[in-house]
């Protein structure tokens, strides 16, 4: 999976309220590590995406087959 911006994942989520996604989806994946920022030195940037690290590609598969 290539790395997506903010705007890329709320679309494809079919998600409107960035403020939302970010308290919501966003930094529950970032805190157990399942997303990580692509330039976690600069969280803000305009430039910032977001990939799914390894843990995060095992918690999917595990969900995926329950």
């Known amino acids: 999976m290539e790395p997506l911006s903010r705007e890329a994942l709320l ?3 079919g998600l409107r309220d960035r403020k939302s996604f970010r308290e919501r989806y966003l930094m529950p994946a970032l805190a157990p590590s399942w ?4 330039q976690p030195d600069k ?6 995406r977001y990939r ?3 843990v995060g590609q095992d918690v999917l598969v595990k969900i995926k087959h329950q």
């Open 35 to 38: 997303v990580a920022m692509t």
């Open 43 to 48: 969280p803000s940037s305009r430039l910032q």
């Open 52 to 54: 799914l690290t390894d």
């Open 11 to 13: 679309k494809q989520l």
